[in-house]
Nanobody, 128 residues
């Protein structure tokens, strides 16, 4: 059974870089999960879900236009991990961050039911 496990600091100071890692277990992103896309979605408190970006097996990345200048998504195939980095964070970046996997590229899609795998979410607070 494929599972996603997120890790990273729950508290980040303003202007710093937020870094979250999603570790995939129960499958390999280079073999049986080879054709999957891995996305990051977030939800600020009291607001709707926001699609941030995705990465393909090839390493190609796709970002939300509103976050593109601050967002980077990497994959480490040897560790079965996908990493999100968001630079120059501000309190408005306080959110629950979700890692998700899909068999096709879901640009801008935030509905959990559209994804094959959807992690429960990790709270990240930006505060000094």
């Amino acid at each position: 059974q494929v599972q996603l496990q997120e890790s990273g600091p729950g508290l980040v100071k303003p202007s710093q870089t937020l870094s979250l890692t999603c570790t995939v277990s129960g499958g390999s992103i280079t073999t049986n999960l080879f054709y999957y896309y891995w996305s990051w979605i977030r939800q600020p408190p009291g607001k709707g879900l926001e699609w941030m970006g995705a990465i393909a097996t090839s390493g190609s990345t796709y970002y939300s236009p509103s976050l593109k200048s601050r967002t980077s998504i990497f994959r480490d195939n040897s560790k079965n991990q996908i990493t999100l980095q968001l630079s120059s964070v501000a309190p408005e970046d306080t959110s629950v961050y979700y890692c998700a996997g899909s068999t096709q590229l879901l640009l801008g899609v935030t509905e959990a039911a559209s994804y094959a795998y959807w992690r429960q979410g990790t709270q990240v607070t930006v505060s000094s």
